[in-house]
């Protein structure tokens, strides 16, 4: 596998030089904001060998404008806690590129929630959603509260609050949220509610991720997750290795590692361990997933439970340590920035062979560098994870059609959408000269189509 590029023709050295005076342009423009940075610089150097190749892209200076939000909107998110104080918190949605379809993308609801987050967030979306080969543009939002030990009333009541605002913005054919870190069908459906009755109307297509009982689709909320592993087999496949024997490791518990840990164990994976903000648990034996599932999904409580349940397995404090422990296959689904260069030298070293990004930019610009020039298989996330998003199109389908599919039919096309990306990732980064570097792969493919359409749209 080639490592990141190395500029060595007339025509790299020039589409080098213009990806570096537009970067600057975006740092000035942006100071401060180093995820929104990061997630552009990732993005920026992929583009250098498509530039050389295909000048037509800077003529028309789709990158300065790529990089530019449509719009960018914050607001104040006031609520009244159990004990009756106002509490207020910061509200965003940025609708970052429609040049596909209406603006898709999750909320995030998590302390950590600021400007550069939403942005680098949605930025990603653009590319991640063009890959899923369905008419949705770019977008992402969310707030810095922190859903963790509220109770359901005060989630009701943020929520609530949120749309109030949120509402105006957004509708089926417009920009259509979903969930993501903090955000699931409980909250998505109180939000549902209050756009309805804001409404007066049941447009069941504003929000995708609602429950099966109003609108929502089945295999939503596998989809990530299953699309992960999806994605991954192929990549394992191609290079003459499965899922079935191997020994895997999976950071977080939310929706994404859940439904990853299921879909790997059904391909005849051990799973060995998975993680919360607070530590991981490591259980040689394999993962009893029922018993992650009663605790995080049921039960809410923190992953160190588990240890009492299964006195085999070990708890850990701490979130990157989990990348010590040895493994064929590591899917990092917890968040931006959990693998850094030295975990993965520590992956490198333990014989990984296979990376899948299940979360949203996991891995360091530095990380990314370290996988790729150690030959170990990288699956960036905006082609791994990007089959939540396919299915939240899928949902919107069905809601536009007033009907829904069964979970074989949607699980079946899911599938078909990880194939496909994964197909064009790879033809991307043979067609310009990396093969086997999906991370060129999957930004040139992804680019190529939004900037297809910006340039037959007009400058607009
Ligand atoms: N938050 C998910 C993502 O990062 C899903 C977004 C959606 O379904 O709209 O892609």
């Known amino acids: 596998m080639n490592p990141t590029p190395q500029v060595i023709s007339n025509d790299e050295k020039v589409a080098n030089e213009y990806v570096n005076q537009v970067f600057e342009i975006v740092k000035n423009r942006n100071p401060y904001e180093f995820e929104f940075q990061q997630a552009v610089k990732e993005i920026f150097d992929s583009l250098i060998p498509l530039f050389a190749k295909d000048p037509i892209y800077m003529k028309h200076n789709i990158l300065e404008r790529i990089v530019e939000p449509e719009r960018l909107i914050t607001f104040s998110v006031p609520w009244v806690d159990d004990q009756g104080n106002v509490q207020v918190n910061r509200g965003f949605r940025v609708q970052f590129n429609s040049a596909l379809g209406p603006y898709k993308g999750g909320l995030r609801f998590h302390p950590s929630v600021n400007s550069s987050i939403i942005k680098f967030l949605g930025f990603e979306q653009i590319f991640k959603n063009a890959l899923t080969g369905q008419p949705i543009g770019g977008g992402k939002g969310g707030s810095d509260f922190n859903p963790k030990g509220k109770s359901d009333r005060e989630i009701m009541r943020f929520t609530q609050s949120f749309m109030t605002e949120l509402y105006r913005y957004i509708g089926p054919d417009v920009d259509v949220p979903a969930g993501d870190i903090g955000v699931g069908a409980k909250e998505i459906g109180y939000m549902f509610g209050q756009y309805k009755k804001l409404r007066g109307a049941f447009e069941a297509g504003v929000l995708t991720g609602k429950s099966i009982g109003f609108g929502g689709s089945l295999a939503r909320k596998e989809a990530t997750g299953y699309g992960l592993v999806y994605f991954v087999q192929e990549m394992l496949k191609d290079n003459g290795l499965d899922f079935e024997g191997a020994t895997v490791v999976v950071s977080g518990s939310g929706n994404v590692a859940i439904y990853a840990i299921e879909k790997a164990q059904q391909f005849g994976a051990k799973v060995v361990a998975c993680s919360d903000s ?183």
């Open 278 to 460: 607070n530590g991981y648990i490591y259980d040689p034996n394999g993962l009893n997933l029922d018993t992650v599932k009663q605790l995080k999904e049921v039960e809410e409580k923190r992953i160190r439970e588990y240890v009492e349940i299964h006195p085999g397995a070990e708890y850990y404090e701490g979130c990157t340590g989990i990348w010590s422990i040895p493994c064929d296959i590591a899917l990092p689904c917890a968040t931006q920035n959990e693998i850094d260069a030295e975990s993965a030298n520590t992956l490198v070293v333990n014989g990984v062979k296979a990376v899948g990004e299940g979360a949203n930019m996991p891995s360091t610009i530095e990380a990314a560098h370290v996988l790729l020039e150690n030959g170990v298989l990288y699956a960036p996330g905006k082609a791994a994870n990007a089959g939540g998003v396919a299915v939240s199109a899928l949902e919107m389908a069905q809601n536009s059609m007033r009907l829904s599919w069964t979970f074989e039919k949607v699980d079946q096309k899911l599938h078909e959408i990880m194939h496909n990306i994964y197909l064009s990732s790879t033809e991307a980064a043979n067609e310009y000269g990396h093969p086997g570097n999906l991370l060129v792969g999957a930004n040139i493919a992804g680019f190529k189509k939004v900037a297809q359409a910006m340039i037959s749209q007009g400058v607009v």
